[in-house]
Every structure is written in structure tokens, then in C-alpha cells.
């Protein structure tokens, strides 16, 4: 497959994904969490879980391909991943006992992807559903765009957010009743010495794809997005030959592929995965077994969180996708209307435990 199919295929429709229903499916086992402690460091065993997560060349670090199957395969990718509502009791067994913490992304998950990034707006709904989580659980957005642009389209201050593919992670503003000894007050920017060459490239960037219709530099902070949903196909490649052009000049920096857009970020070993892992920490889930994370996001940025917990049997991932992909989720969802109506069913699940307690 070309990278040019590659591009096509990650907005492609399958007609036999929709008309296939979604299957309950198998359970989800949890093992004990590797600890964790102290500051925006991973302590060593998370570390290595991080590490192992980033390096692997299937990771979301390399241009992912989508396999589009036949209808017999969808099946069989539907049984691996079953829908979230459908296996929704067994979910609910996995986490039997145990702390659920929720981490959300946005962009695909929490709102639908828009040709204008600026226009991502969530709905009131959404919002709503997501506050009702946060009032149960603890709840983190992770995001591939810059803290505060997250920030001002949830409005939400009892949440934490991790911006900047979780290079950029901030407590909650307001008081949460699930926030530990100063947990709300949690910082971490571990590229923070990336700042100026961000900026710089940022301009470079800005300047070398004006002369491409459609295409737009949107500065994230700790990385870079330059989004391509507006450009004409068959400039694609164009575009991609100036990115990794003026990128040629930057060694430190590395470059990945989100939806329809071309993701710059600093050569660390940091990503959603680590960010996840920090926020435990700071929550004070260090080293527990009773803590069940439930990642949802739709991007093969999010593949780092899915695959750190797999790696530490702890928590399920949740693709949010129409169309078939290869990932390290348990589970799926095919839309954002599908995400607020699993929150939902948290909510009320978890508003029956606390009446019958």
C-alpha cells in the first residue's frame, strides 16, 4: 500500500462494517501494575513498559497502514474488538472491585473530526456526559493539541489534561473529590527544553507549505501539527516532501501520522502512554491492583496508551473507529455519539453500585 492509499483509506467507509452489528466478546483479564513513583519521571519497570510501548516499529511512532478487510474478516475483527456498549457487562466484570480512572482523547472521541481543527467543538451533551464521569472518576483528557486549546473546548476545570501528546499534563483547576495530598497541583513538561526549536520549525513549517492550498501549521506547545484534510490529494505527497524537508534540519524532532495530519514531536521517550502512567501516579494508583484504567481515543497516537496497558494488564483500550484498523484496543466504539453513550452508562451504573451500597 502507498502512503497515498494509506492517506485515502483512514477516512474510507466500509459498507460491510455498517451493516454488521456489533458482538458482545470475551473478557478482559487484569494482572498487577508495575509501580510507579515520584515526580513527571517514570519510575524504572513503568519506564521499560514506555519504552518497550515506543520502540516497537508497529507502534503509532511509524506510519500506520489500515487493513481493509472482506466482510468475513470484519466479523472476526469485531469479535477481537467487540463494541463497548454491547460487551458493556463485560466491562463492568473486569473492573469488579477496582477504582475505575478514565482517559479520554478528544479530537474523534470526544468531538468529530472536522475539516476546520479549530472548529472541533464538542457538544453540550458530550460535555455533560463527560462532567457526570468526573464526578464518579477520576478523568483525564489526553490530547495530541496543546493543553490549553483542549482546555477551551471542554471547559471543564475538575479534570486533568495532558496536552501535547501528554507532554504538557496540569491538575485540576477546581476542587475534585477524587484528587489526592496535592494531586491537583501535578505538572509535568518533560520537553520543556524543546520550546524554542519548536518554535522555530513552527516558523519554517508555517512558511514552506503556504504555497499548498488547504494546508494549515497548527502550534501545539511541546509539538506541531500540520493538517492535510484540506489539501487536495494530489498534493498529499508534496506536502509531506516539505515537512520532512525542513524537518532534515532538525534531527531531534521526529515525525508521525495522525488523521490527516502530519504530527512533529520531540525525539523523547514520552508519549499518551507515559502520560497515562504519570497521571496514575499522581492520583495515587502507584503500585495497586484495585485501579481499572479505561483509555478511549481514535488515533494511532493512542495506540502508546493501549499498548502500555496491555503491557501492564491493567485497564482496557477503546478504539473509537467505523472501519476496521489494527490495534492494541480491546475493545471498539464506531463514533463519538457511541463514546457519550458508553459514559452514560458508566454514570448510571455507577450511580445503582453506590444505592445498592
Known amino acids: 500500500m502507498t502512503k497515498r492509499t494509506a492517506f485515502a483509506a483512514d477516512d474510507a467507509i466500509i459498507a460491510a462494517a455498517a451493516a454488521v452489528t456489533s458482538q458482545p466478546g470475551r473478557r478482559f483479564t487484569s494482572y498487577p501494575p508495575a509501580r510507579a513513583r515520584g515526580g513527571c519521571r517514570l519510575a524504572p519497570a513503568v519506564a521499560a513498559a514506555a519504552r518497550q510501548a515506543t520502540d516497537d516499529p508497529g507502534a503509532a511512532g511509524s506510519w500506520p497502514e489500515l487493513v481493509v478487510p472482506r466482510h468475513a474478516d470484519f466479523d472476526d475483527w469485531m469479535e477481537k474488538h467487540p463494541s463497548a ?29 472536522v475539516r476546520d481543527p479549530d472548529s472541533a467543538v ?78 522555530e520549525v513552527y516558523r519554517a513549517l508555517t512558511a514552506s507549505t503556504a504555497p499548498i492550498p488547504g494546508a494549515t501549521v497548527e502550534n501545539n506547545k511541546f509539538c506541531l501539527s500540520v493538517h492535510f484534510r484540506c489539501v487536495q490529494e494530489e498534493k498529499w505527497r508534496a506536502l509531506e516532501e516539505q515537512v520532512r524537508s525542513v524537518l532534515k534540519e532538525y534531527p531531534d524532532l521526529r515525525l508521525t501520522k495522525g488523521r490527516k495530519v502530519l504530527e512533529i514531536r520531540p525525539s523523547i521517550k514520552w508519549d499518551k502512554g507515559n502520560a497515562l502512567q504519570f497521571l496514575l501516579e499522581s492520583l495515587g494508583f502507584a503500585g495497586s491492583n484495585s485501579v481499572f484504567p479505561i483509555y478511549i481515543g481514535d488515533d494511532s497516537t493512542d495506540e502508546d496508551a493501549f499498548k502500555v496497558l496491555r503491557n501492564l494488564g491493567q485497564g482496557i483500550g477503546i478504539l473509537v473507529s467505523k472501519i476496521p484498523k489494527e490495534t492494541r484496543a480491546s475493545y471498539s466504539l464506531r463514533e463519538p455519539s457511541e463514546v457519550e453513550e458508553f459514559l452514560r452508562k458508566l454514570v448510571s451504573w455507577s450511580k445503582e453500585s453506590r444505592q445498592r451500597d
Open 85 to 113: 456498549l454491547a460487551a458493556f457487562e463485560s466491562v463492568l466484570a473486569a473492573a469488579k472491585g477496582k477504582k475505575i480512572v478514565m482517559f479520554l482523547d478528544y479530537d474523534g472521541t470526544l468531538s468529530p473530526i
Open 122 to 199: 464538542m457538544s453540550e451533551e458530550m460535555r455533560d456526559a463527560v462532567r457526570g464521569v468526573a464526578e464518579h472518576f477520576p478523568t483525564a483528557i489526553v490530547s495530541g493539541r496543546c493543553r490549553d486549546k483542549v482546555f477551551n473546548f471542554v471547559k471543564l476545570a475538575e479534570l486533568y489534561y495532558a496536552g501535547s501528546h501528554g507532554m504538557d499534563i496540569k491538575g485540576p483547576t477546581a476542587q475534585s473529590k477524587h484528587t489526592k495530598a496535592k494531586a491537583g497541583a501535578v505538572l509535568c513538561q518533560p520537553a520543556r527544553a524543546f520550546l524554542p526549536v519548536i518554535e
